[in-house]
């Protein structure tokens, strides 16, 4: 088929992410992928400054991640994990045990990070179940958030600025506070720090738990907080004997600066979910962690079992790639590249500060946003983006990137006269 033909057929038949059918927006083919580009149909090379949406943290045809599905696909591609295991599955969740905070021991694997929190609600639910509190059914939040596009996930997103306010009748009722202010080195607000404390124990009679997203609420709108409200919640679960879950699909494995973005306040989850850049971009996994505590409240109860079991749980091609990813993370001084990052992206952004039409300017670890004033017309930005032979995605009134860790400084450079591009043509 001629790219004219692939794209022809795709425009009628096939649906993209949050997209009418047929599309609105042009597509672009993408032939081959390399380091940290992509290479379209005729040959036009693009710097992926989105890590294919935060996953492809060490960039695209990775010699030992090839290595690692093509040695593991010799062996055997896929096996139920229903009463079978295998040492793929084995080596990748005692990596994961060692670089999460220390209590959380047990592993349950998943087949996306929509999934993984769908199972660290159901966790926190059953685990009240188990012990004979049934009525602690709602979950508390903060808004802002995004956690997926599954019907439990919907449910604890941002319910007026989200993206599922269409369902918003038909979902589970929880409990979301005012969004955290914005600001990671802001002092914290003690008005705001009073109403999370109000609300929690008003509420504490029916709360299994807490969920936020640590320190970087991604996909709701790429806002990072300060520490000091991420540690107030962790003390408001200990103080009414709530879990806490965070989820750490966007924000673990370096992006924010720390190995997990829970470190940057010092505390730790009774459940973590970890996805996207768990198996580097390869294939699609994720993983929800938890205690022990947790682990034996729900197997104890009356189930005798966390009643949640995908068909491809603990896929061996993905568990053998993501272990090789992590194994490349810890051999790379991903926290230098990643500081280097950061110092590139706050460089190159500075110039949006001021322009007409930018509301802020922003960066955290490798991560670089300019917020708009209104909605950006994202065709219209991404034919300027791809004019500097980049590739980004904007959406709502954000123009961002999060490269892959391997971008040198010119690499990232280009990423940002991009998106100065996009901004000054607002």
Known sequence: MTPESLLAFDREHLWHPYAPLPAAGPMHVVESADGVRLTLA?????????????????????????????????????????????????????????????????????????????????????????????????????????????????????????????????????????????????????????ELADMVAAHAHELAGIIAEPIVQGAGGMRFYAPAYLRTLRDLADEHGLLLILDEIATGFGRSGTLWGCDHAGVVPDIMCVGKALTGGYLTMAATLCTERVARGISEGAAGALMHGPTYMANPLAAAVAATSIELLRARDWRGEVDAISRALASGLAAARGLPGVMDVRVLGAIGVIETAKPVDVPALQKIIMAHDVWLRPFRDLIYTMPPYGCTAGEVGQITEAMLAAARAL
């Open 42 to 194: 005729g040959g036009r090379r693009l710097i992926d400054g989105m890590s294919s949406w935060w996953a492809a943290i060490h960039g695209y045809n990775h010699p030992a991640l090839n290595a690692a599905i093509t040695g593991q696909l010799d062996r055997m591609a896929h096996v139920m994990f229903g009463g079978l295991t295998h040492e793929p599955a084995i080596r990748l969740a005692e990596l994961l045990i060692e670089d999460t905070p220390e209590p959380l021991t047990k592993v349950f694997f998943a087949d996306s990070g929509s999934v993984s929190v769908e199972v660290a609600i159901k966790m926190a639910l059953q685990y009240w179940r188990s012990r004979g509190r049934p009525e602690r059914h709602r979950l508390f939040t903060i808004r802002g958030g995004y956690h997926g596009d599954t019907f439990g996930d919907m449910a604890v997103c941002d319910p007026v600025n989200g993206m599922h306010h269409l369902f918003s009748d038909v979902l589970a009722r929880h409990v979301f506070a005012a969004p955290p202010p914005l600001g990671y080195a802001a002092a914290p607000d003690p008005a705001y720090l009073a």
